[in-house]
């Protein structure tokens, strides 16, 4: 790891958020700029709303199965370099997607975009956290999360703009000049790894292979059962992701180097901020796909008129996260991260307003106001707690299992909350009455994240974490340093 931290003003400390939250951006980017872009993808290529799911969750699945072996990838084979191939990966899947002559040929493009999306965000976080100096890590992590999350709620703009303007293909064309600057950008960059990873054993292709089979079999029945029968493919499918995912952890707990350290979740912070992750995640990725859909199938609204409505949650985020940042890291996570949950669940019940003859001021804007604002008192200290919570060497792989699920999350919802909400909607069709039973079942969950983590949540001076099963701390670099990296943890069980 490295010795000298940088101090957030510093040149060096700008180049590094510069980077990170870029090429970060462009992987959060292609999370929600894809969604305004759906029905003319429709309209050009054919497909109902089970394909318009899997260009969504195509990339999804990847990004969330792949996100744990990206970050301890990074951890074991240097955060730079893996960071600087993913971008490489995704500038080339980018490419792929924009020349799709097929709807296929655009889910299988997407697939490989997710490869790339997958070393370069639990990448971003861990270069923050091993270069910045730790008095200013909150304040950074607050500058990555909100902008990070800005590029994400600024999707539906930008792909509006340039459905309308040019060519829904400008959607992924645009990565190619982002991807590029970032690449050059990397220069700049300080490698780091740890050095004790190599040590531990093999990488565990097992547990990647298994993790990915599981969510993959999982979500291609989800997706294809009810819109197509669950004939025996779909059947199969699930049995196999079902099983995977079943010996997911039972693989994990006698693996020397796990892809996901058992021990991690002892801590009651780290495991109940990413239960929190898992539920406000969830709500935000199934309510901006199904309200794209909507503003333009049941409203009538242009691809630009759409990502324009959305466009105040973009605002308030981008003003608003980096204080949040800094105010958790001086008075403690539990408040906001309790609050700010169940504010986004109001916005989110606001937008069952958005109703075929809604006008915008009445039902449209105080809706993504009200969630714009709860996103923005949530997600920076939820990703600085997540950090705070592990010893220093496993930020890499905590940054990945945050990130996985926070991904799973939103892959999750969009296959499951139509159904849920009894939607079968075909290409351009209005959404009909379950749209609005949709944001409440989305709202229901925001709040649930609020309860976990007033539950789970401490706000106390965070002490010495608990040693993880297996490691010798006598080693040349310790897992715990109170005098470098306070850590959010104490008991056997990790809670306060």
């Known amino acids: 790891m490295p010795t000298d931290r940088l101090p957030l003003g510093s040149t060096g400390a700008r180049w590094l958020l510069a980077v990170t939250v870029l090429g970060s951006g462009i992987a959060f980017l292609d999370s929600t700029v894809v969604n305004v872009a759906l029905p003319a993808i429709g309209r050009e290529l054919g497909g109902g709303l089970a394909e318009q799911q899997w260009v969504l969750d195509g990339y999804l699945l990847t990004l969330s199965a792949l996100l744990l072996a990206g970050g301890a990838a990074g951890d074991r084979y240097g955060r730079r370099r893996v960071f600087t191939g993913g971008l490489v990966l995704f500038t080339l899947a980018s490419l792929g997607c924009g020349l799709a002559p097929s709807g296929g040929t655009l889910i299988i493009a997407r697939l490989v975009q997710g490869v790339g999306a997958a070393a370069l965000v639990p990448g971003s976080l861990a270069l923050i956290d091993a270069g910045i100096r730790e008095e200013d890590r909150g304040r950074a992590v607050g500058i990555w999360a909100g902008m990070s999350g800005v590029t994400s709620a600024l999707g539906p703009f930008i792909g509006g703009w340039l459905v309308d303007a040019v060519s829904w293909r400008w959607v992924f064309f645009i990565n190619l000049p982002l991807a590029g600057v970032a690449l050059v950008m990397t220069r700049h960059l300080a490698e780091s790894s740890d050095p004790t990873s190599r040590e531990s054993g093999r990488f565990d292709a097992v547990g990647a292979v298994l993790v990915t089979l599981g969510l993959a079999g999982v979500i291609y029945a989800l997706i294809e059962g009810p819109s197509r029968g669950w004939r025996p493919t779909t059947v199969g499918a699930a049995v196999v992701g079902i099983a995977a995912l079943v010996a997911f952890p039972l693989v994990e707990a006698r693996a020397a180097a796990p892809l996901l350290p058992p021990g991690l979740f002892r801590s009651r912070q780290f495991t109940g901020a990413n239960l929190t992750t898992l539920a406000v995640y969830a709500a935000m990725g199934g309510a901006l796909f199904l309200l794209a859909l909507q503003l333009q199938q049941s409203l009538g609204y242009s691809a630009l008129d759409a990502g324009l409505a959305t466009l105040p949650t973009t605002v308030i985020m981008l003003l608003a996260s980096p204080r949040m940042g800094a105010v958790a890291q001086r008075t403690g996570p539990r408040l906001p991260m309790t609050a700010g949950p169940l504010v986004a669940g109001a916005g989110l019940a606001l937008m069952a307003r958005i109703v075929p003859g809604a006008g915008y001021p009445e039902a449209v804007l105080p809706a993504v106001v009200v969630f714009g604002i709860g996103l923005s008192i949530t997600v920076a200290p939820l990703t600085t707690t997540v950090l705070a919570s592990v010893a220093e060497r496993h930020v890499g792989v ?67 974490a608990h040693p993880l099963p297996g490691v010798n701390h006598a080693c040349q670099h310790p897992c715990t340093r109170t005098s470098e990296r306070p850590v959010a943890a104490s008991g056997a069980d990790g809670s306060r």
Request: hydrophobic share 60%.
């Open 398 to 464: 905590a940054s990945g299992v945050n990130n996985a699920i926070s991904r799973m999350a939103g892959l999750l919802a969009v296959a499951v909350l139509p159904l849920a909400a009894g939607l079968n909607a075909g290409a351009g069709q209005p959404l009909g009455p379950g749209f609005p039973r949709a944001m409440y079942i989305a709202a229901g969950v925001a709040v649930l994240g609020g309860l976990i983590a007033l539950a789970t949540v401490r706000t106390a001076a965070p002490v010495e």
